[in-house]
């Protein structure tokens, strides 16, 4: 059985912050971020809101309704995901279910704009929130959960360096629909050579 010989807690609640990278921005939410958000999000809604439990929205309104209410929010706790280069909103993330005694928290809620898909603005964005889970929260274990069907959600969280736990059946019901979760973690051992591989990724060109 392994010591934790470092029991000292995490800071005692998730804090708002500005994350800031090469290629995203991570920054609390305003409710104006819906307009940018909404037209390429809801173009190919498929894309987007598929397996998420919310969305799409009827209107710019009703989504700027919804961003609204996630600006108070303290766990979870919203980033609105900036594109450095066009400086226009492309997703959003959070950080949620924080433990601070157990030192573990997850990434989930999760989403991009079509446009944003397939870009370094997933990679970058994730690779900027475990920095901070593990170098300011001081996170033991960090978790990525998603739709079993996810195939995408599942091959990043793979790609980042996360590890298949296992599937957990007939974990909640989304829109009507029966949902078997996957299950990954990724723990501060793990966390250097994932940055590492994340860092030569995002930043190779850099150098």
């Known amino acids: 059985m392994t010591v934790v010989t470092d029991q000292n807690p995490g ?3 998730l804090l708002p912050i500005t994350l800031a990278g090469h ?3 991570l920054r609390p939410p305003r409710q104006g971020d819906a307009e940018p958000l909404y037209a390429d999000s809801h173009a190919q809604p498929e894309l987007v809101w598929t397996y998420m439990s919310y969305g799409p929205w009827p209107d710019r309104d009703a989504l700027a309704d919804w961003v609204g209410e996630r600006v108070s929010s303290v766990d979870p706790l919203w980033f609105t995901v900036v594109d450095n280069h066009r ?3 492309v997703g959003m993330a959070t950080m949620l279910n924080y433990d601070p005694v157990h030192r ?3 990434l989930g809620h999760i989403w991009y704009v079509v446009s944003a898909q397939g870009t370094f603005a997933n990679t970058e964005a994730a690779y900027l929130l475990l920095r901070h889970a593990f170098w300011d929260y001081r996170a033991r274990r960090v978790e990525w959960k998603c739709d079993s069907r996810n195939e995408r959600s599942r091959a ?3 790609r980042l360096g996360f590890r298949f736990e296992g599937i957990f059946s007939q974990h909640m019901i989304v829109k009507g ?3 078997d979760t996957a299950w990954f973690a990724m723990t501060d051992s793990e966390w250097p050579e994932a940055a590492a591989r994340m860092e030569d990724r ?3 060109n850099d150098r």
Request: aromatic share 4%; hydrophobic share 35%; proline share 14%.
């Open 11 to 13: 800071p005692p609640t």
């Open 23 to 25: 290629h995203v921005t």
């Open 87 to 89: 400086q226009t909103p």
């Open 104 to 106: 573990r928290l997850e």
């Open 156 to 158: 990043a969280a793979l």
């Open 177 to 179: 629909l029966n949902r």
């Open 202 to 204: 995002l930043y190779q």
